[in-house]
């Protein structure tokens, strides 16, 4: 009779307090929160760990200390920018509030995930969500790619850009359909490779630096970077998808061609590559449900100036995680409950991501407006250059506020 056992068994409903859906940043301190608060934590990863991801892995000092990252996870200091803008692409160097890192993102976001289990978490790799289960105007769990249903009080969608969460639960509607608008007029496409290169050379080219190069046959709306790291370099371009009237590897042949990048590739090697959307306009809002809570790329936590996320979603999971665990502790999974984590992330990082977007809006917004394209075309040059030394002067405002 082991048949009808095994079936009975198979057809068991685990049931967990919160879901965590994805372990980048956002997913894996949310789910450390919620662990560290009491809640009984799963999160679900659809890549093997450690993963990949495309990204520049310019991380701001605030979570290199408010996580205590350790040193061997950090590939290197930066401590200033460079531009080269057009006509002459010379080198503009400017110094950065603060400290940055640039870190592999394999890495880094696997460090953050075991800390997450080591307060408690579950992890489950290697599988994806599929669907989420609703009840009564209440998300009450997920199903997962090999079929099985999965129970919990609150699900904390974490799961990217392209979020299967929020766009099953109707969320995409509520942000994009219902303005008249679509997911992709949100979204900037980014390619990039990786580059070997001996490190004396990294630290005779690059120094302290990293680099941003802006022209309209580089990046129509957006720019390039050259982000070095310890024996490598990130490389890469990006720009909002629809301004784009060339294929996007085809941006980044002609950028890593063009002789303001050649000059400090020169010798590198190309290792791997991939390309990938970014949010870019917003955060959206509602971030929450009945039983759900959004947090990341996937609720479009980035900023619209630099493309910089990994901060705003580290912020963000962290109040989703602390929000799911008080949730659980009153047994409230009501939206009017969950909606303390929109106060929570208004708090931390709306006012930031707010000010970006409103910069954003009077440089760059306004100079595509103009429709002379010659005009256009360079003013955006400058404007990009004002809108991130603006951002800068922001950073150094708000961190000096702050201590
Ligand atoms: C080219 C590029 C360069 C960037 N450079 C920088 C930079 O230099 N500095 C910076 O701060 N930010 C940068 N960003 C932005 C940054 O990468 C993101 O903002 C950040 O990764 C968001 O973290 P997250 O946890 O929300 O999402 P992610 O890091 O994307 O993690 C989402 C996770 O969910 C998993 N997942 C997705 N769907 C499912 C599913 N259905 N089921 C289970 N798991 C799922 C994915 O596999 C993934 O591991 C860059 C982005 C791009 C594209």
């Known amino acids: 009779m082991w048949v009808s056992e095994n079936y009975v068994v198979s057809r068991m409903v685990k049931k967990y307090d919160v879901i965590v859906v994805g372990a980048g940043p956002a997913g894996s301190t949310a789910a450390m929160k919620a662990a560290e608060g009491g809640g009984e934590t799963l999160i679900i990863e659809k890549c093997k760990l450690p993963r990949f991801k495309l990204c520049g892995g310019n991380v701001a000092n605030w979570v290199v200390l408010k996580l205590n990252i350790p040193e061997g996870v950090l590939d290197r200091k930066y401590t200033s920018i460079t531009f080269c803008t057009p006509p002459r692409y010379e080198k503009q160097n400017f110094p950065v509030p603060g400290v940055y890192w640039g870190v592999y993102r394999d890495?880094?976001?696997?460090?953050?995930?075991?800390?997450?289990?080591?307060?408690?978490?579950?992890l489950k790799e290697g599988v994806y969500v599929k669907d989420v289960i609703k009840e009564g105007g209440s998300v009450k769990g997920v199903i997962t790619s090999d079929g099985e249903e999965l129970r919990a009080?609150?699900?904390?969608?974490?799961?990217?850009?392209?979020?299967?969460?929020?766009?099953?639960?109707?969320?995409?509607?509520?942000?994009?359909?219902?303005?008249?608008?679509?997911?992709?007029?949100?979204?900037?496409?980014?390619?990039?490779?990786?580059?070997?290169?001996?490190?004396?050379?990294?630290?005779?080219?690059?120094?302290?630096?990293?680099?941003?190069?802006?022209?309209?046959?580089?990046?129509?709306?957006?720019?390039?970077?050259?982000?070095?790291?310890?024996?490598?370099?990130?490389?890469?371009?990006?720009?909002?998808?629809?301004?784009?009237?060339?294929?996007?590897?085809?941006?980044?042949?002609?950028?890593?061609?063009?002789?303001?990048?050649?000059?400090?590739l020169e010798g590198a090697k190309v290792v791997t590559g991939r390309g990938a959307f970014i949010p870019y306009k917003r955060a959206y809002t509602p971030s929450y449900l009945a039983g759900l809570l959004v947090a990341g790329d996937a609720a479009g936590m980035v900023s619209p100036i630099t493309g910089e996320g990994i901060f705003f979603?580290?912020?963000?999971?962290?109040?989703?995680?602390s929000t799911a665990a008080e949730a659980v502790q009153s047994g409230d999974f009501s939206a009017k409950f969950l909606s303390r984590y929109e106060e929570r992330w208004m708090r931390s990082i709306g006012q930031n991501l707010k000010f970006q977007s409103q910069v954003f809006e009077e440089t760059l917004g306004k100079i595509l407006k103009i429709e002379n394209e010659p005009i256009r075309r360079e003013q955006y040059e400058k404007g990009v250059i004002e809108a991130f030394l603006k951002y800068i002067a922001f950073v150094a405002e708000y961190s000096s506020k702050k201590s």
């Open 313 to 321: 979603s580290v912020r963000a999971g962290m109040d989703a995680g």
């Open 107 to 122: 890495r880094f976001d696997y460090h953050i995930t075991k800390m997450a289990t080591r307060a408690g978490a579950e």
């Open 153 to 264: 009080d609150v699900v904390i969608a974490c799961d990217g850009v392209y979020s299967t969460i929020a766009k099953r639960c109707g969320l995409w509607d509520k942000w994009f359909k219902e303005r008249g608008e679509t997911w992709k007029d949100y979204q900037g496409f980014c390619m990039g490779v990786e580059m070997k290169m001996d490190n004396e050379i990294i630290e005779e080219r690059f120094g302290d630096s990293y680099v941003i190069f802006t022209g309209k046959d580089i990046s129509p709306l957006g720019y390039g970077w050259i982000f070095p790291k310890d024996g490598m370099l990130t490389v890469g371009v990006g720009s909002a998808a629809g301004m784009m009237d060339k294929k996007p590897a085809e941006y980044l042949d002609f950028f890593m061609k063009h002789p303001a990048a050649a000059q400090f």
